[in-house]
């Protein structure tokens, strides 16, 4: 598949429980053939899958840095499930966040598809990145309003015909990052690993903040490439190669001195 498109979509096995023991297992994650709907099509997750020769040597963590790992991880193993109270909850309140002046009539809705959902139920979409990709887009609305507004509304910019989904856009940025950071080994086995876990440390909202980051930068490439739908892999890909440039650099003690934090303040 090129980097215009596809009729591929992303889907990360979320498993309770899952056994990080080897440090060398493959990732969890995978990427499969599914239908496509609305714009989906160009939505698919440009991580590659990875083996074993592909990673080096683990790298040691801290005791901290193990407790904050872990905390993380645990979350990831949690799949949307709309039988749970906190889990539909949490999708009202996504709903209410972004439309604040509108009543949403169900959980299942064609209102949906005004937040960049593929159908009306937003739980088939949930898949590529479990319940943390619905806490990921809360986390979004509820302290970056503005940036989050600007986004689903597209109020920025000039903007394509054909735009990406902002909701399935946002699961495929959790799914991105999940592997980018390979954060389903039991220790990092890439420096890009190693060097979040830094941050996570510090603090344990840094997966939701890096997420905000890492949306914000994906609209302004979005615009400065004049991109449409067809392609999203090309920009998700920049997307990534920038963010981990940005992670690596050196005096970078916060995440709020990325330079592409900047972006996520409306300061381009």
């Given amino acids: 598949m090129d980097d215009r498109g596809g009729s591929f979509v992303a889907v990360r096995r979320i498993s309770q429980g899952i ?5 060398c297992q493959s990732s969890s994650a995978e990427v499969v053939a599914g239908s496509t709907a609305w714009l989906g099509r160009g939505l698919s997750c440009v991580c590659a899958q990875g083996t074993e020769d592909d990673f080096g040597p683990s790298f040691d963590l801290t005791p901290a840095q193990e407790d904050c790992l872990m905390k993380l991880q645990n979350r ?8 749970i109270p906190e889990h539909r909850e949490s999708l009202i309140a996504l709903w209410k966040a972004a439309f604040p002046e509108e009543e ?24 590529g990145g479990g319940f943390i990709s619905l806490e ?4 979004f609305a509820r302290n970056f309003p503005k940036s989050f507004q600007d986004l689903l509304r597209k109020q920025e910019g000039e903007r394509s015909m054909w735009e990406y989904p902002f909701a399935v856009a946002g699961v495929n940025i ?3 990052l999940i592997q980018m950071l390979d954060l389903e080994a039991v220790k990092p086995r890439t420096l890009i690993g190693a060097t979040f876990l830094k941050f996570l440390s ?3 909202s840094a997966f939701n903040l890096l997420y905000c980051i ?7 490439l979005w615009l400065a490439m004049h991109a449409s739908y067809m392609d999203f892999n090309a920009v998700m890909k ?3 190669h920038q963010l981990e440039k940005e992670l690596l650099e050196e005096n970078i003690t916060r995440l709020e001195e990325l330079p592409s934090y900047a972006y996520l303040l409306g300061n381009s």
């Fill in 174 to 176: 959790t799914f991105m």
């Fill in 76 to 83: 990831l193993d949690i799949a949307y499930d709309s039988s």
């Fill in 214 to 220: 890492t949306f914000a930068l994906m609209d302004h």
């Fill in 238 to 240: 920049l997307t990534r």
């Fill in 104 to 127: 949403l009539h169900g959980l299942i809705s064609e209102q949906w598809k005004e937040m960049g959902w593929q159908g009306k139920d937003p739980a088939t979409d949930f898949r």
């Fill in 19 to 23: 056994d990080r023991s080897n440090t």
């Fill in 136 to 139: 990921n887009l809360l986390y």
């Fill in 202 to 204: 510090g603090d344990e």
